[in-house]
C-alpha cells in the first residue's frame, strides 16, 4: 500500500490510474518535462567527485544552452611557417651553376568557427507518466 503523497512513474498510454492524479499535467510547472533527482547533503566521492547539496522542491538545469565567451574553454596556438622554393633560374658561381633558393613568410589566416547556436543538454530518456497518490 503507497502512502499519501508517493510519487511513482507509470508506463501507461492513458496516464495514471484511479486513485492518482497526474502532476505533470496538474502541476506542470514543477513536474512536466523534469527528471526527478533526491533531495539530501553534498557528498564527497572517489576521485575528486562531488554532490551539490540539494534541498527538497529545488529546480534546475536547461534543456539548451549557449555557452558564452567566459565558458569556452582557452585555446592559444602559434604557427610560423617557411617556404623555400627552388627555381629554373641558375646563378653562375665559380663556374658552376647553383639553383636559385628563394624563402618566404608565410602568413595563415583562420576564421571564427561556429554558429553560437544552443545545443541540448537533456540525458537520454523516456517520458512515463508522474502520479501522485491521493
Request: glycine share 12%; hydrophobic share 30%.
Amino acid at each position: 500500500m503507497l502512502p499519501t503523497g508517493a510519487v511513482v512513474a507509470f508506463d501507461l498510454p492513458s496516464g495514471c490510474p484511479d486513485g492518482f492524479t497526474n502532476v505533470g499535467v496538474q502541476d506542470s510547472d514543477r513536474f512536466a518535462g523534469r527528471s526527478i533527482i533526491a533531495a539530501g547533503p553534498r557528498v564527497d566521492r572517489d576521485l575528486g567527485q562531488k554532490t551539490v547539496r540539494r534541498n527538497f522542491n529545488d529546480q534546475g538545469g536547461l534543456e539548451e544552452f549557449t555557452l558564452t565567451s567566459d565558458e569556452i574553454p582557452p585555446l592559444s596556438f602559434s604557427l610560423s611557417v617557411s617556404e623555400a622554393r627552388t627555381g629554373r633560374d641558375k646563378v653562375e658561381a665559380g663556374g658552376d651553376d647553383y639553383g636559385v633558393v628563394s624563402a618566404r613568410q608565410v602568413e595563415l589566416q583562420g576564421s571564427t568557427q561556429g554558429t553560437g547556436n544552443p545545443f541540448p543538454t537533456i540525458s537520454p530518456f523516456i517520458a512515463l507518466h508522474y502520479c501522485r497518490k491521493d
